[in-house]
């Protein structure tokens, strides 16, 4: 038989990598923005044209390459950061592997000036896929300039398989904000189509964030620093306050070079305990430095996964730093060991009764201010004391007309027959007038405790609803036909409102502003981060304009992050789930939780909201019975 086997072409070879390396054109802006780093620039310009998909171009001031090196860094496994295995346990850069411009090259059209300060003349090397097209010397300023243009071109299915523009300018965000938060002496800039996104100065990482994700940060920065023979941890958290529902505003840096770690992710989210509501997650940037040699970065192609060869210590230094930092800004409670908690109801007893606090019994303690019962105790006595209302009334009524019949039998009993009188007491008629739930009263049958639930009789017993949980069903069905029909009516400002959003959720709503407009916003962009609100839903609830987008934009980045939905169906939760809230605690006539009631009822599937939540629960006659052991 022939032999099978045989050596792949360095053509397709390249392709196999670059499916791991280059999965989309943020992979390729990574990928440079890190070559520019490790050539020790100062100024990295990042230009990108039709979301990377046409041109990504990153121009830096960093040390250039000789002609030879230039042609060199486009072959496999070609790289200045190694030379030994040894190596591999030492890296301070940010690249080691030799294959990111090989795999680039293999799946582009590239182009790359570069010269160093010592020569004269720069080179100009063209590539396309993998075959080298032109090498030639040229006059060009010292540093690199390389540019990736048309993506994929010769591998339709990869390019069709990537996602719209605002999508695909999103994670060329994300990933510009990480090199740019772990690099704040480097000054940045990015233009997208001609129009400047970002332009970053040199400064402190306090400044780089605020530059980055806008000016709100200012205020709940806290810094963290910890030192240790072993790791040292320094940077950023944000006040529990201002926790978000959603991912996405949580960075780890380990020598520098951005990780993902759920492990240390725990043990910032353990110190938030008890801080910030169960779902949410607070900002932080912290940096990590360690000894090369007590990690490795050689897990996956993208270097975003590391392993420690001591992640308890990592985890435990990180979560006493976080600790540390929340207790001196005061973030978290302190404990008072002074306190006496036995003395916490504010309420003494001196043979068996409260005793009032006098000159002679100032000293004892602290605690003694008022010889009052606290408030939900006298809360509570009143609410007990309404159970009474009218009845001492109506039974002294009662008891004067026994007496009546009395004195009747005392004046008549002698003198005529015995005669039978029945004289007509109100209190005869004391079961007749308390109210009745019956079914036909509607009054009497629907009614809501403490402006959340809604309680309506039924045949077999009781129905509870959760009021907010039932307005989410019905919103998500009505938003989900304006949704398929395209259009919701809308309501229009008579002063129109300029929305400032961060850049990540100003791409995303321009990803799905016509969705946006469906559902009765009407929107117009005013500049690279900016949007004019000239009209809202017609039924929304009375809030702020740009509190009202932040929201919506906060719960479909959660959807996104957690289900696999469309943009309509997660549009339509996302609204529902957000214009619920204001609902959720509010009161209602009786006409309108009988019309909630048969809206509810109405909908495609009343018992649960989109999200799986219950709406309604049926307490049967002998559920209610077993409370009272019957």
Aim: net charge negative; with cysteine; glycine share 4%.
């Amino acid at each position: 038989m022939l032999d099978i086997i045989q050596l792949l072409p360095d053509s397709i070879a390249n392709q196999i990598a670059a499916g791991e390396v280059v999965q989309r054109p943020a992979s390729v802006v990574k990928e440079l923005l890190e070559n520019s780093i490790d050539a020790q620039s100062t100024n990295i310009q990042l230009i990108v044209r039709e979301a990377g998909k046409t041109l990504i171009q990153v121009i830096d001031n960093g040390l250039g390459m000789s002609e030879t090196d230039a042609r060199m860094c486009f072959e496999r496994h070609a790289t200045s950061k190694i030379r030994t295995s040894d190596d591999l346990f030492k890296i301070r850069t940010m690249g080691f592997r030799g294959e990111a411009m090989a795999s680039i090259a293999a799946v582009a059209q590239v182009e790359m000036r570069t010269r160093r300060t010592t020569d004269e003349l720069g080179v100009l090397i063209k590539i396309e896929a993998s075959e080298l097209k032109a090498q030639e010397a040229i006059a060009t300023p010292e540093g690199t300039s390389t540019q990736v243009k048309n993506l994929f071109f010769n591998v339709p299915a990869r390019r069709n398989f990537l996602k719209s523009n605002p999508v695909e300018m999103r994670h060329i965000i994300d990933e510009f904000q990480r090199v740019a938060l772990s690099n704040p002496e480097i000054s940045f800039s990015l233009h997208h189509n001609d129009t400047e996104v970002y332009n970053l100065p040199a400064g402190k990482l306090s400044r780089r964030i605020v530059d980055l994700f806008g000016k709100g940060y200012r205020e709940q920065l806290a810094s963290c620093e910890e030192e240790t023979s072993f790791v040292s941890v320094r940077g950023y958290v944000g006040k529990p306050e201002y926790a978000k529902k959603t991912r996405g505003e949580q960075f780890f840096f380990a020598n520098n070079r951005f990780i993902k770690n759920s492990y240390l992710n725990h043990a910032v989210m353990s110190s938030f305990e008890g801080l910030i509501p169960e779902g949410s997650h607070p900002f932080y940037v912290l940096f990590i430095e360690i000894d090369p040699i007590h990690i490795d970065i050689n897990v996956h192609p993208t270097k975003t996964e590391i392993k420690f060869d001591d992640e308890r210590t990592v985890y435990a230094i990180v979560q006493a730093a976080v600790r540390k930092s929340m207790s001196q800004h005061n973030l978290m409670p302190s404990l008072d060991f002074e306190t006496d908690v036995n003395f916490a109801n504010n309420i003494f007893q001196f043979n068996g009764s409260p005793f009032e606090k006098t000159k002679e019994t100032a000293g004892v303690s602290s605690f003694a201010r008022t010889t009052e019962a606290p408030f939900r105790e006298k809360t509570n006595l009143t609410n007990w004391n309404k159970l009474y209302e009218g009845l001492n009334r109506q039974l002294d009524d009662f008891e004067r007309k026994e007496r009546e019949i009395e004195q009747t039998k005392v004046d008549f009993g002698d003198t005529t027959e015995s005669t039978s009188f029945l004289l007509k007491s109100k209190a005869n008629d004391i079961g007749s007038n308390r109210p009745q739930r019956a079914s036909q009263d509607s009054e009497a049958s629907t009614f809501q405790i403490h402006n959340r639930y809604i309680i309506s009789q039924v045949k077999s017993g009781m129905l509870l609803i959760d009021q907010r949980a039932a307005y989410e069903r019905i919103l998500y069905e009505k938003f989900s036909q304006n949704l398929r029909k395209n259009g919701g009516a809308s309501q229009q400002l008579l002063f129109p409102t300029k929305v400032k959003l961060t850049t990540a959720d100003f791409h995303l709503l321009l990803e799905i502003q016509d969705e946006i407009r469906n559902l009765g916003f009407v929107l117009s962009v005013v500049e690279h981060d900016s949007f004019m609100v000239n009209g809202i839903p017609a039924d929304s609830p009375e809030e702020n304009e740009q509190q009202m987008l932040e929201g919506i934009l906060e719960q479909f980045k959660q959807n996104e992050s957690e289900l696999h939905l469309d943009k309509a169906e997660n549009l339509a939760r996302a609204m529902a789930k957000r214009s619920a809230g204001r609902y959720g605690n509010h009161a209602l006539t009786v006409l309108e939780m009988n019309t909630l009631v048969e809206q509810l009822f109405a909908s495609s599937n009343p018992s649960y909201t989109p999200s799986g939540e219950i709406t309604m629960k049926i307490v049967s006659l002998s559920d209610m019975a077993s409370l009272f052991l019957r």
